[in-house]
């Protein structure tokens, strides 16, 4: 088949081409994100798209409309799609469900060790010839309470890494995971967990249900002086609200690798652009704040396994009309 790959970085292209070794499918990359203005652009029968692609109804309308059956997301989130759209199409839309937990889940870690002893501004300081202690005062993680919402493979993984350090595990999910208990998690409600948690971190997919979950009232239930951290999805925070709690002192500390309008900002390098975001510069402000481009899934391993999951998909579309790993309307519910 011949693939658009939209959104492509010189990683995405080697990791792709890698698993492309046979040379089955022919892909054309494109460095452009699909949007209304770049659907023209699309060649072949599939097209390989990533988390800021869009992909509303009226941009699966011109992509049915120029022979593309298959919409192959290479990535585990699907909110960028319209699937009642794809549905009524007749378009195939698939994803990589699984890449490495290990990568987000150690990365949430890292954010967490970082923003508890400030290495970001310890960092800063030494290089600066300023080696004094003050304002860089942390916390033992051990014996801390640690919040999880959404314990999927990547949420138990976090859960495991954290027990290591000692910590007390709550978590919330409608479907409580087995696994989470086993290491010892206390399922609980979202108010409970956000009132008993000094650190609370979010893997849960975006959703309906999930749109805006922690929102201000959600941060009027959560302790005093908390950490927040966010590698899931952008929208599942009110990013206004976490600047007011973070002025207010109600959360002492914010890492966020994922950010609600990121499809114009991550991803691409603006170092000589004046950012127009007034939000995104806002957070920028906050020294206890740290953001990174959502780069929790780098890991040579991840990138391995999402081309090659993808092309798996594209390899059993064209052989059998399904693709191994199929997103349908019914996750919407």
């Given at each position: ?64 409309a120029s022979g593309v059956r298959l919409v192959a997301l290479r990535c585990a ?257």
């Amino acid at each position: 088949m011949k693939i658009t790959v939209y959104s492509t970085k010189s990683y995405d292209r080697r990791f792709l081409e890698a698993a492309n070794t046979d040379q089955r499918h022919e892909l054309y990359f494109l460095e452009a994100r699909l949007t209304a203005a770049t659907v023209p652009a699309v060649q072949g029968s599939a097209v390989c798209v990533f988390v800021n692609d869009e992909l509303d109804a009226r941009v699966l309308a011109t992509l049915k409309a120029s022979g593309v059956r298959l919409v192959a997301l290479r990535c585990a989130g699907f909110n960028n799609v319209d699937l009642v759209a794809a549905q009524e199409l007749g378009l195939t839309v698939c994803r990589v469900p699984e890449y490495s937990p290990y990568s987000v889940a150690e990365h949430t870690v890292a954010l967490v060790l970082a923003l508890n002893r400030k290495t970001h501004r310890a960092y800063a300081r030494v290089r600066e010839g300023n080696f004094a202690l003050d304002g860089l005062l942390g916390f033992d993680l051990h014996g801390k309470t640690v919040g999880i919402i959404g314990t999927g493979k990547i949420g138990t993984v976090f859960a495991r890494i954290m027990g290591g350090f000692g910590c007390t595990l709550y978590a919330h999910d409608p479907h409580p995971n087995e696994e989470c208990v086993g290491l010892g998690a206390r399922y609980v409600s979202l108010r409970d967990l956000l009132g008993a948690s000094d650190i609370v971190s979010l893997h849960c997919p975006l959703t309906p249900q999930t749109h805006r979950l922690i929102d201000r009232q959600a941060l009027r239930t959560m302790r005093h002086g908390a950490m927040l951290i966010n590698t899931s999805r952008g929208a599942v925070v009110d990013t206004v609200a976490l600047i007011e709690g973070l002025k207010t002192g109600l959360i002492a500390s914010l890492g966020l690798d994922v950010y609600e309008e990121e499809a114009d900002l991550f991803f691409e390098n603006l170092s000589d652009q004046v950012l127009h975001d007034d939000v995104f510069a806002r957070l920028l402000t906050f020294p206890n704040v740290i953001i990174t481009a959502h780069q929790a899934f780098f890991t040579t391993e991840a990138l391995s396994t999402i081309a090659a999951t993808t092309l798996a998909n594209v390899n059993a579309f064209a052989e059998t009309g399904r693709a191994l790993h199929e997103v349908s309307t019914e996750r919407l519910a």
